[in-house]
């Protein structure tokens, strides 16, 4: 194939692949036997590009013990622990934070063989790699490298490698992730500096910096804006699947869980990608430090609801943990423990008891006794029917009314005679009690957005 020369793709497929919710990025679809040839091409280069390439740069880094190309999430997430150590060690330092517009589209074919040929690459695979994307570009809807083989990344770190020899010249440290690029400096008109002469050099290679994405950070913010990128990494290879994320993600939690007190905002991050990445890697944390965290009580719980049915401490803890002194002052954290007990169906004499104590407690928050109201009403005890009644009748606040004669009627304690005198006494009532005497086998319990 390669002999006859039948090797340059004549017709390929460009898929508008989603970047966020408005922007798109062209992804190539080769057939099988050009990404064959184009793969063993560009692999047949990375041992000699990768040698010319700085420390500072990580991404598709070539492991030549495994003769493979590093896996792109993990390169991406060392290079976020290397920016942590490095920021942690300079925290009065700036940051620069910059990247290349439509990179791989303005990528000049000539320009990256020559750069191929000053490495003295082999020269069978510079030829293929030449032919192949000069073919690319003249007989098809695209420019540049092909977006969707991994091996693109490669021949894209050489095509930047000026700009990292220009930095390291200028004695600043950088980090360089395909075109993300980050620079530290302690100095905010010498990183300036350093932005506009990788501009004059980009512009050179057919290039331009993303004015939208280039800013340079202050030092009392890095952190954050360190923290965030890691977690951008994290989201992003949780929803695509990608290997290694997972280990990433828990040794994040175990990061975020081993501080006192953990980061709130690190927390709730982690709970949600563990619970839609399946892992229970939280669960045995999370029940023994339910007391240490009201304010995450939502968050827990949706994450704890996940792995209910399969792991059968949780429905003992979460029934403890209505009683609880640590959550018994925060409403909130009881709410929503309330709304579990009651979506899972978890029903003992300790939980009732403590049902009870919230509903006759007229100094708890009218909310929290509207979801005592309820779980009676779905779990009633011997007898529980005719007290809810008498507590509806003893209840002077309306909503917490409501939601006793809802629970009246699920505990069998409202009859179609009492709910008619209901409506007939009650005006404030009456749609409740009409809609109540229509039968409906089972009334929705209210719940936020993440229970439903």
């Known amino acids: 194939m390669i002999e006859a020369g039948d090797y ?26 050009h990404r ?19 420390d500072a740069v990580w991404s598709s880094r070539w492991w030549e013990r495994k003769r493979r190309v590093l896996a792109p999430t993990w390169s991406w997430m060392q290079m976020q622990r290397a920016v942590r150590r490095f920021q942690k060690q300079n925290p009065d330092w700036h940051m620069a934070r910059t990247d290349v517009t439509s990179f791989y589209e303005h990528i000049e074919v000539d320009a990256l063989v020559e750069d191929l040929n000053t490495l003295s690459a082999p020269k069978w695979a510079v030829e293929i790699l030449s032919g192949f ?8 809807n695209v420019s540049g490298l092909p977006q969707g083989p991994d091996t693109s990344g490669i021949l894209a770190n050489l095509y930047l490698l000026q700009i990292d020899l220009e930095i390291q010249r200028l004695n600043f440290t950088h980090f360089r992730y395909s075109d993300d690029i980050i620079i530290f400096g302690s100095d905010w ?18 290039l331009i910096l993303s004015s939208t994405k280039t800013r340079i950070v202050d030092s009392k913010d890095v952190l954050t804006e360190v923290e965030d990128m890691e977690k951008d990494a994290i989201n992003y290879g949780v929803q695509q699947k990608l290997p290694d994320t997972l280990k990433e993600l828990k040794l994040f939690f175990d990061r975020t869980v081993s501080e006192r007190p953990p980061s709130a905002r690190d927390l709730k991050f982690s709970l949600t990608q563990l619970r839609r990445a399946e892992s229970p890697h939280a669960v045995s944390w999370l029940l023994r430090n339910l007391g240490e965290i009201p304010h995450l009580a939502r968050e827990v719980l949706v994450y704890l609801g996940r792995f209910h049915e399969t792991d059968p401490r949780i429905s003992y803890a979460v029934a403890n943990s209505l009683t609880d002194q640590r959550l018994a002052i925060y409403s909130y954290a009881q709410q929503h423990i309330l709304i579990y007990l009651i979506k899972y169906r978890i029903v003992d004499t300790f939980t009732q008891k403590a049902a009870w104590d919230i509903l006759t407690d007229r100094n708890a928050d009218g909310f929290l006794r509207e979801f005592a109201a309820r779980y009676i009403g779905r ?7 005719p007290r809810l009644r008498l507590q509806f009748m003893n209840e002077e606040n309306l909503r917490v009314r409501r939601a006793l004669l809802v629970a009246c009627y699920e505990s069998g304690g409202a009859t179609n005679d009492y709910l008619s005198k209901i409506s007939k006494s009650h005006s404030s009532l009456r749609l409740t009690a009409e809609y109540l005497k229509s039968g409906p086998k089972i009334i929705p319990t209210p719940q936020p957005k993440d229970w439903t």
């Open 133 to 140: 994307l000069h073919a690319l570009n003249d007989l098809n």
């Open 8 to 33: 340059q793709p004549d017709t390929v497929d460009v898929v508008d692949l989603p970047k966020d919710r408005l922007m798109v990025r062209p992804l190539t679809r080769l057939q099988l036997n």
């Open 379 to 385: 779990h009633p005890a011997s007898g529980d029917g």
């Open 189 to 206: 008109i010498q990183l300036r500096e350093v932005i506009l002469r990788i501009n004059r050099i980009l512009r050179s290679r057919n």
């Open 36 to 54: 064959l040839i184009y793969d063993a091409a560009a692999l047949a280069v990375a041992p000699v590009v990768n040698n010319a390439m700085p």
